[in-house]
């Protein structure tokens, strides 16, 4: 799907209050900055004249800034948010006069300091004392002024026992505070602040934010802050700015803007979509935070642990492990411990991870299941480095091939040997990640058995012998005519083998088809009341998904908030079922889906109350 980045103002969020009596302190009038650049390289100034002669001296136009209006009253406190790139940077150095605008025009009302570049103009083979002279002077600060206000400037910095010391051998956080120092000795009318609060440790940023705010609340400064920190925007100012590829998408109080941000900011996806999100961020619907379950970890074999434990309290005897480098390995071992009705985890080719012993620990196993490729999957290796991690004597049991089509069928015949499988076969092939994890809560609840196509190569006989010998008349293909022609499935189709193809143009849109059909499957009175949320940029979380999914009688929503066409894709789903679900599970890494993603689809989950 191409990217698609909005930059469109948005409509519809509260509007500031009439504020035409207060006095104004920066006001910025319909200001454009273009940039004109160069279509190739022209190493030398002869080079140049040439081009210039012959007609041939090209630039393309690149608009940092495209009619941008804004009223900042005396005592704001500002935020201007944005995506690399948006102009954040250039609009401040207009408005402190480093760059003058193409277009429209910029006043200000009262002295600056501008803390746009902390350092910019430090000689590293100068001593710091030296170098506070040489920056204030640059700041305009007179001799006498930086002599009266040294001893400040070298307390907040906290510098003293280095003053001497060539500023080479300071640390880039080091040169910060003394940059931060010297330009905040004074109290400005308007200061200017530019990711300055996130240089330096973690006191250090303290520090400065302890600054501004006293700037502001003792001596009524204005401020203006860029910042990727939406939180610290929201946290320090009153109202703020979204300004998306030198577009100003939004302008508002920066609890609204920052919120706003969180979900759109950057995002991918059609306007209608956006508008979509948007409609329901700002729907006045107050969610029903009992349906959000949030199952997060840190890493992929913490969550397949998660996952074993949030549906199995009992010990069990087997337990079947994967290796969670490769997602083939761990779909196949969910597969397989679904039919052994076993818990399925997650390895590393170079150990065991401390959350798949502990769990191993805690079920009591007496038999590992190890399921892998060679030569990685070492049966004894395993069993050594478990039993050094828990005291546990399990015995392991490998199967193992050298290719991913052989493994499949070792899984397939280790399943069928012992009447495990019931479910239709699916026939995938390697990569096949984002319509697995859709169809693994059917893989599961069917126990259906799973065979791997090899790429490049037709059908092998292996397949279609399995195919024909399983006692289930439908094959379930994940795979495009391309990857898997029917031409190839028509010896099955002779054998009275129903084919039932899943191809759709990306991930998201075949996670509906396949959800649908499932239910479909199940039949009426079986409406699914459970979802599970799952990232299709971080696969690795869900590869033990199915389980966990058929224990709960869940279906599986491929979301990623930064594609707005999945969001709303989500958001139509819920809330055409609202007052039916019982629970939303988010899985994923402890990031993936922050606090709003979680109650914006909670939201469209939520019956509206009358008031």
């Known amino acids: 799907m191409p990217e698609v980045v909005n930059t469109t103002p948005l409509s519809g969020f509260s509007a500031l209050p009439d504020e035409s009596g207060r006095a104004t302190a920066i006001s910025v009038e319909d200001v454009s900055m273009i940039f004109n650049m160069a279509n190739e390289q022209l190493n030398s100034l002869k080079e140049y004249a040439i081009a210039l002669a012959r007609k041939e001296l090209r630039f393309k136009e690149f608009r940092a800034l495209d009619h941008i209006t804004l009223d900042i009253k005396k005592g704001d406190v500002f935020g201007i948010l944005g995506t690399n790139g948006s102009g954040k940077s250039t609009l401040l150095k207009i408005i402190a006069g480093v760059l003058e605008p193409t277009k429209g025009s910029c006043t200000i009302h009262g002295n600056i ?28 600060y007179s001799k006498k002024f930086i002599q009266d206000n040294f001893d400040d400037i070298v307390e907040f910095a906290e510098i003293k026992p280095f003053l001497d010391m060539p500023l080479k051998n300071y640390s880039s956080g080091m040169v910060a505070r003394i940059a931060f120092a010297i330009a905040t000795v004074i109290v400005p009318d308007i200061l200017i602040v530019d990711e300055v609060l996130s240089v330096g440790d973690f006191m250090f940023q303290k520090k400065c934010e302890e600054r501004i705010q006293s700037l502001i609340k003792e001596h009524n400064v204005t401020v203006l802050i860029v910042s990727h920190n939406n939180d610290q925007i929201e946290r320090l100012c009153n109202k703020a700015v979204w300004i998306e590829k030198g577009h100003m998408r939004m302008l508002g109080s920066a609890h609204d803007v920052c919120q706003t941000y969180r979900v759109l900011g950057g995002h991918t996806g059609s306007k209608a979509a ?3 999100v948007f409609s329901m961020l700002t729907s006045p619907v107050q969610a029903d935070e009992s349906l959000i379950k949030p199952l997060e970890a840190d890493t992929p074999y913490a969550m397949a642990a998660r996952l074993s434990s949030s549906c199995r309290e009992e010990a069990t005897d087997t337990v079947v492990v994967a290796y969670g480098e490769y997602e083939m390995d761990g779909f196949l071992g969910a597969g397989l411990a679904s039919a052994l009705d076993a818990p399925v985890l997650l390895t590393k080719t170079d150990g065991i991870p401390d959350a798949t012993s502990q769990e191993i620990k805690r079920l009591k196993a007496k038999r590992i299941i190890l399921v892998g490729k060679t030569p990685y999957c070492d049966s004894a290796a395993f069993a050594a480095a478990l039993e050094a991690a828990t005291e546990l004597h399990c015995e392991v049991e490998a199967l193992s091939a050298d290719t991913y089509e ?18 239709p076969v699916v026939l995938t092939h390697i990569g096949c990640m984002g319509d697995m994890i859709s169809l693994s809560p059917h893989i599961s609840e069917q126990r259906c058995p799973l065979l791997i196509k090899s790429p490049g190569k037709p059908l092998s006989n292996a397949i279609a012998e ?15 005519e391309e990857g898997c022609p029917d031409a190839q499935l028509a010896p099955l189709r002779e054998h009275e083998k129903g084919i039932v193809r899943f191809c759709e143009d990306d991930a998201y849109q075949a996670n509906t088809v396949i959800r649908d059909w499932i239910e479909q499957q199940r039949g009426e009175g079986h409406r699914v009341r459970s979802f599970i949320a799952a990232p299709s940029w971080q696969p690795a979380y869900s590869y033990t998904i199915g389980p966990y999914a058929a224990k709960t009688g869940s279906l599986v929503v491929l979301d990623d908030p ?21 629970q939303i599970v988010f899985v994923g890494s402890r990031t993936q889906f922050s606090p709003l993603d979680k109650t914006m689809l909670a939201k469209a989950a939520t019956v509206e109350t009358q008031a």
Request: charged share 25%; hydrophobic share 45%.
């Open 113 to 140: 300091a501008p803390l746009i570049e902390l350092g910019a103009g430090f000689d590293m083979e100068l001593t710091a004392r030296e170098n506070i002279f040489l920056n204030g002077a640059l700041l305009g």
């Open 274 to 276: 956006e508008d979509r």
């Open 406 to 423: 052989g493994l499949s069928l070792a899984v397939f015949d280790y399943g069928a040997q012992r009447g495990l499988w019931h479910g």
């Open 466 to 480: 399995r195919i024909l010998a399983h006692n289930n008349d439908t094959v379930l293909v994940l795979d495009s």
């Open 562 to 582: 930064q594609d707005l066409d999945c969001v709303a894709r989500a958001i139509d789903l819920f809330e055409s079922r609202r007052g039916e679900i019982d």
